[in-house]
């Protein structure tokens, strides 16, 4: 749950989600279920080469099992939180 918490924050901030296939794809992150399954809005490919067919898809849902890699913006992330955050996790409360 504690992906799921913080990736709920992230809600409206662009982000890279890399597949298992090797597709990544930018987009502004509209929602993220308890699955960590991701809908993204205002996408765009990062290999629009490789993957032409993908140049006129706006939005996209990902499912959570076939995601690589989210990668996140810079600014927004806040370590310290993460940390605690994992060590009361671990602690199991």
Do not use: W
């Not at 992906?3 to 990544?24: M, Q």
């Not at 806040?78 to 409360?93: C, F, K």
């Amino acid at each position: 749950m504690l992906f799921y918490s913080y990736f709920k924050t992230l809600v409206g901030k662009e982000v890279t989600v890399e597949l298992k296939n090797d597709l990544a794809i930018t987009g502004t992150l509209h929602s993220v279920d308890q699955y960590l399954n991701i809908k993204l809005n205002n996408i765009r490919v990062v290999n629009e080469q490789k993957y032409p067919h993908m140049l006129s898809v706006r939005a996209c849902f990902v499912r959570g099992s076939v995601v690589r890699y989210v990668q996140l913006p810079p600014g927004s992330v806040d370590v310290e939180l993460l940390h605690d955050a994992t060590r009361r996790e671990a602690r199991g409360g």
